[in-house]
């Protein structure tokens, strides 16, 4: 491929793998060597459907892969006899051990939802929800026909670099904290100003990797591949506060009363939860 074509030619290939993947697809991973002359050594480029691998997966994926690869330039495989005699080359590339299987996860999330414990979970979170109905304004009230995606405008801002730099690294580590709990306080600040109501609900996609329940201490997913995302549902009240250290605390503060980030009461709202007219 001639250099001018090339980065085209490697953005429109990659396109066509990224359509090409999905449930309603023939599969959810494609895998694609690209070769060009400006690059003798090709690439090797991956497209994976997020239902089927999360971040955290393109992580063990792309280190085994790594790790398999170099074992094999290094000579690291053997040939064997077939039952019809003919050899065959069979690796000896031994990657760490599997952990717990989706399967099985699922299997013991579900369990554990009907326990009493639980069911005291999603009390506990339940009663920190304002009583009044919490809404947010539309623009044509009284009519559901205007307020279509047809009618939304797109608002774009970015941080540059340096700015990107101290939000996610020097703002945790100064202040102790969790970079979503800065977003999420300065989400309601914005949000519940615009819509005038005090509260706001959030809901929330947690990986589900590190649950915390009880009785599935067991479970490791340290390994495990796959899309574990489990939803979460939490409610924060806005800060009357303009200074940023104290919008920051309070939303910190009304967190700490969600046990499970909100996330007992998503599961209850999808899964098997034995009085879902409460939630």
């Not at 690869?69 to 050899?87: F, R, V």
């Not at 639980?118 to 920190?128: A, D, M, P, R």
């Not at 304002?130 to 995606?149: A, E, F, H």
Request: charged share 20%; with cysteine; net charge neutral.
């Amino acid at each position: 491929i001639p250099g001018t074509e090339h980065d085209r030619a490697v953005k429109d290939t990659l396109a066509s793998l990224q359509s090409s993947v999905g449930p309603l697809q023939d599969a959810l991973m494609r895998v694609c060597l690209f070769y060009s002359g400006m690059n003798p050594s090709g690439y090797l480029i991956f497209t994976v459907h997020h239902v089927a691998a999360d971040n955290y997966s393109l992580a063990i994926l792309m280190e085994d892969l790594h790790n398999a690869y170099h074992k094999l330039k290094e000579g690291k495989s053997i040939s064997q006899k077939t039952a019809n005699g003919a050899q065959q080359i069979v690796s000896t590339i031994q990657l760490p051990a599997k952990t717990t299987s989706i399967k099985t996860w699922a299997g013991e999330l579900k369990a554990y939802m009907q326990s009493k414990n639980f069911q005291q979970l999603v009390h506990k979170e339940l009663t920190l929800f304002p009583k009044q109905r919490i809404s947010l304004p539309v623009d044509y009230p009284g009519t559901r026909y205007k307020n279509t995606m047809a009618s939304t405008a797109h608002i774009k801002v970015s941080l540059n670099t340096e700015d990107t730099k101290v939000l996610l690294r020097e703002f945790p580590r100064i202040y102790k904290v969790w970079i979503i709990d800065v977003f999420l306080a300065a989400l309601v600040q914005v949000i519940t100003r615009w819509s005038g109501e005090r509260w706001m609900t959030i809901q929330i996609l947690d990986d589900g990797r590190n649950l915390g329940f009880t009785g599935m201490e067991d479970i490791d997913l340290s390994r495990t591949v796959g899309c574990l995302f489990v939803p979460g549902i939490i409610v924060l009240e806005r800060s009357d506060s303009d200074d940023p250290e104290a919008i920051l605390e309070s939303a910190r503060e009304q967190l700490r009363h969600f046990p499970t980030y909100g996330i007992s009461i998503g599961l209850a709202r999808q899964g098997p939860y034995h009085n879902k007219e409460e939630i």
